[in-house]
């Protein structure tokens, strides 16, 4: 069993549609980040949270961390919102979940 | 603020030829990260540095892998013979060590090095 499990794995959504990515760790943790990958390669940090809530735009990070658990929300998706999603613990040693394909089409 | 450079971006070589990567990281981090990510698998930490010193290598395949950070700035990640499992995309990433106070330590990603061998 991997210590960083994200689900779903792929997710399709129209545009528009109200996305959750879940993620869900084994191990005690200082931080947790939800970064986004493009097909390109490049990694973008999006959140790195503690606790609670935090929001940027369209995109909305919380976290429990007495379940041992975080979630991703997008609102009001775009194509552009295409991209891997991906989970990683830690704050320097990073422990990487396997990432969420996200198809937004039009 | 420029981030972190990465080059080539792409390469295709053989099997057993050697190949190189290159890394800048963002001015003023002091801690480097190799990571390697196979397709479909999240990435995996090759090395990390903390200015020209080595702070965790453990899953760096020492046979064929070797990385340096000579002066504390840039970093070189090389394979020799690459083998067709070395296949992925090779992220470097930077930090700050000492981040100012009640901020979280974050990691800045590159673009990558996509790596196929054929």
């Known amino acids: 069993k991997n210590e960083v499990e994200q689900s779903p794995q792929n997710l399709t959504a129209q545009e528009g549609e109200f996305i959750t990515i879940n993620c869900s760790y084994s191990?005690?943790?200082?931080?947790l980040h939800w970064l986004q990958q493009h097909p390109g390669g490049g990694i973008v940090s999006l959140f790195m949270?503690?606790?609670g809530k935090k929001k940027h735009g369209r995109l909305i990070a919380t976290i429990n961390i007495q379940e041992k658990h975080s979630s991703l929300h997008i609102t009001a998706s775009h194509p552009r919102d295409s991209a891997v999603y991906i989970c990683?613990?830690?704050?320097?040693?990073?422990?990487f979940g396997t990432g969420t394909r996200l198809q937004v089409f039009p | 603020e420029a981030g972190v450079a990465q080059s080539p971006r792409y390469k295709i070589i053989e099997k057993r030829q050697s190949v190189a990567f290159w890394c800048n990281p963002i001015?003023?981090?002091?801690?480097l990260y190799w990571y390697q990510q196979i397709l479909g698998q999240g990435p995996k930490l090759l090395i990390q540095?903390?200015?020209?010193?080595?702070?965790?290598d453990s899953q760096l395949p020492k046979d064929r892998f070797s990385a340096e950070r000579l002066k504390g700035v840039d970093s070189t990640l090389k394979i020799q013979p690459a083998k067709l499992e070395d296949s992925a995309v090779y992220l470097c990433?930077?930090?700050?060590?000492?981040?100012?106070?009640?901020?979280?330590?974050?990691?800045?990603f590159g673009p990558g090095t996509r790596l196929t061998v054929t």
């Open positions: 990433a930077s930090s700050l060590s000492n981040p100012p106070s009640g901020r979280m330590n974050e990691q800045y």
């Open positions: 191990v005690g943790i200082s931080a």
């Open positions: 949270l503690s606790s």
């Open positions: 990683a613990v830690g704050t320097d040693k990073l422990i």
């Open positions: 001015s003023g981090h002091a801690t």
């Open positions: 540095f903390q200015n020209n010193g080595v702070v965790d």
